[in-house]
């Protein structure tokens, strides 16, 4: 599973090098280094939501608040 989130300048304002450090933690946390893949990737043209990040090519929407919900609901329950 690949995971890319936007460090462009309008997501990292809002907070996408805590979302990456949490990603982080959490793929730690669940012995998942092996089968989740974490990225960076420059602007994805969705500046206008929140963080933008891509699971598979699926585009979310992600803040530093909801970092935690967001890995549990879309990458730890569908990674296998
Ligand atoms: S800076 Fe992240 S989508 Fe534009």
């Known amino acids: 599973m690949k ?4 460090i462009g300048s309008s997501c990292h304002l809002k907070g996408s090098r805590q ?3 949490e990603l982080q933690n ?15 990737a420059f602007c994805m043209k969705n500046c206008t939501n929140g963080v933008s990040v891509t699971v598979d090519d699926k585009l979310f929407s992600v ?13 730890l329950s569908k990674v296998n």
């Open 3 to 6: 995971v890319t989130i936007c």
């Open 19 to 21: 979302i990456i450090e």
């Open 26 to 40: 959490l793929v730690k946390e669940n012995n998942l280094t092996e089968k989740v893949e974490l990225c960076g």
């Open 63 to 75: 803040s530093p608040e909801t970092a935690k919900s967001f890995f549990n609901s879309e990458i």
